[in-house]
């Protein structure tokens, strides 16, 4: 072995030439090498990159990048695909339909994030002291994410049904008039409220989760200080928890804005964008220009829109993050 290396050694300072050939330095044949086994180790590790990244080009770049242009298209799916310019982007303007879903939109993210922002947060907090059944409560909290949303739609609308549901029994039985019953879903004034609390009932569980270890992180010593201080419940609370638990919020945050302005599923199972257009929300008008009127261009439109608006959102919540933290 050592006689391997004083040659190897050896070699490395002497100069190769055969048959006459340009004498090449041995040096160079070593850079040669090391970038030959670079290059090998940057293809291996490619080659294990490459099933995820050619799937995620294949299903999801490449329609992202497809809509970007049938934006600017006219096309039924079927017939020819033909150029229209600024027409879709025009016509946005005078779609009444359109204008409804994204004032829906809006409402729904600017009441659900607050509002499943502080219900995951109260919960967290409750449920990381020392109470009996804890572990129950963490479970039956964070049951309602990961059910099957058919089934969760269903109980729900079957709980808010006007006419039988247990809430307006209730109601009914603490003295409020039947005539002024709320119609939850079947009311154009009440459907986005049931959509509301639906959505905050169903997904701050999943954040409580989150917060529950945003919690359990922080340094104990920081109660004992305040405890010497003198602080209190609520002041630990807002002079130490919340402090800490701002990155843990700032993630939330986002995670729900973006969830909110994609909202879909819920809409479609409960109130399919109704009664009239009260509960129509982007996605949910993307998919009735996409898939019932056919009109794919307009629709890849709409979903420029929401990709813009999602985009500047996200980017004004980092900007906002980062001013905080200097």
């Given at each position: 072995?050592?006689?391997?290396?004083?040659?190897?050694?050896?070699?490395?300072?002497?100069?190769?030439?055969?048959?006459?050939?340009?004498?090449?330095?041995?040096?160079?044949?070593?850079?040669?090498?090391?970038?030959?086994?670079?290059?090998?180790?940057?293809?291996?590790?490619?080659?294990?990159?490459?099933?995820?990244?050619?799937?995620?080009?294949?299903?999801?770049?490449?329609?992202?990048?497809?809509?970007?242009?049938?934006?600017?298209?006219?096309?039924?799916?079927?017939?020819?695909?033909?150029?229209?310019?600024?027409?879709?982007?025009?016509?946005?303007?005078?779609?009444?339909?359109?204008?409804?879903?994204?004032?829906?939109?809006?409402?729904?993210?600017?009441?659900?994030?607050?509002?499943?922002?502080?219900?995951?947060?109260?919960?967290?907090?409750?449920?990381?002291?020392?109470?009996?059944?804890?572990?129950?409560?963490?479970?039956?909290?964070?049951?309602?994410?990961?059910?099957?949303?058919?089934?969760?739609?269903?109980?729900?609308?079957?709980?808010?049904?006007?006419?039988?549901?247990?809430?307006?029994?209730?109601?009914?039985?603490?003295?409020?008039d039947p005539k002024n019953m709320p119609g939850w879903a079947a009311d154009?004034?009440?459907?986005?409220?049931?959509?509301?609390?639906?959505?905050?009932?169903?997904?701050?569980?999943?954040?409580?989760?989150?917060?529950?270890?945003?919690?359990?992180?922080?340094?104990?010593?920081?109660?004992?200080?305040?405890?010497?201080?003198?602080?209190?419940?609520?002041?630990?609370?807002?002079?130490?928890?919340?402090?800490?638990?701002?990155?843990?919020?700032?993630?939330?945050?986002?995670?729900?804005?973006?969830?909110?302005?994609?909202?879909?599923?819920?809409?479609?199972?409960?109130?399919?964008?109704?009664?009239?257009?009260?509960?129509?929300?982007?996605?949910?008008?993307?998919?009735?220009?996409?898939?019932?009127?056919?009109?794919?261009?307009?629709?890849?439109?709409?979903?420029?829109?929401?990709?813009?608006?999602?985009?500047?959102?996200?980017?004004?919540?980092?900007?906002?993050?980062?001013?905080?933290?200097?």
């Amino acid at each position: 072995m050592f006689a391997q290396e004083e040659a190897s050694v050896s070699i490395s300072n002497s100069v190769i030439a055969r048959d006459g050939a340009p004498a090449i330095s041995s040096r160079k044949v070593t850079v040669l090498s090391k970038r030959q086994r670079k290059l090998r180790n940057a293809l291996v590790a490619y080659s294990f990159i490459a099933p995820n990244f050619i799937g995620f080009a294949v299903f999801t770049l490449g329609p992202i990048l497809f809509a970007f242009a049938l934006a600017f298209m006219h096309w039924d799916g079927s017939n020819a695909i033909t150029f229209a310019g600024l027409d879709n982007f025009w016509r946005l303007f005078e779609d009444k339909a359109f204008i409804a879903a994204f004032w829906n939109t809006v409402i729904y993210t600017v009441a659900s994030v607050p509002a499943t922002l502080l219900c995951a947060l109260g919960l967290a907090v409750l449920l990381n002291q020392k109470i009996v059944g804890r572990n129950f409560f963490r479970t039956a909290m964070f049951f309602p994410y990961v059910a099957s949303l058919v089934a969760v739609a269903v109980v729900w609308n079957m709980i808010f049904n006007p006419e039988m549901g247990p809430v307006n029994m209730i109601l009914y039985t603490l003295g409020l008039d039947p005539k002024n019953m709320p119609g939850w879903a079947a009311d154009r004034h009440w459907a986005m409220v049931t959509v509301i609390l639906f959505g905050i009932w169903k997904n701050m569980g999943y954040y409580m989760v989150i917060y529950l270890a945003g919690l359990q992180s922080i340094n104990a010593e920081l109660y004992e200080a305040a405890d010497l201080d003198g602080a209190n419940s609520w002041q630990k609370f807002i002079h130490v928890t919340v402090p800490q638990l701002g990155p843990t919020t700032f993630f939330v945050t986002v995670m729900l804005t973006i969830q909110s302005f994609k909202v879909f599923d819920q809409i479609y199972m409960i109130t399919q964008g109704g009664p009239g257009t009260s509960t129509l929300v982007l996605v949910y008008h993307i998919y009735n220009e996409a898939f019932i009127s056919w009109d794919l261009g307009y629709s890849s439109m709409v979903s420029l829109v929401l990709f813009f608006l999602v985009l500047a959102v996200t980017v004004f919540q980092f900007r906002r993050q980062r001013e905080d933290e200097a």
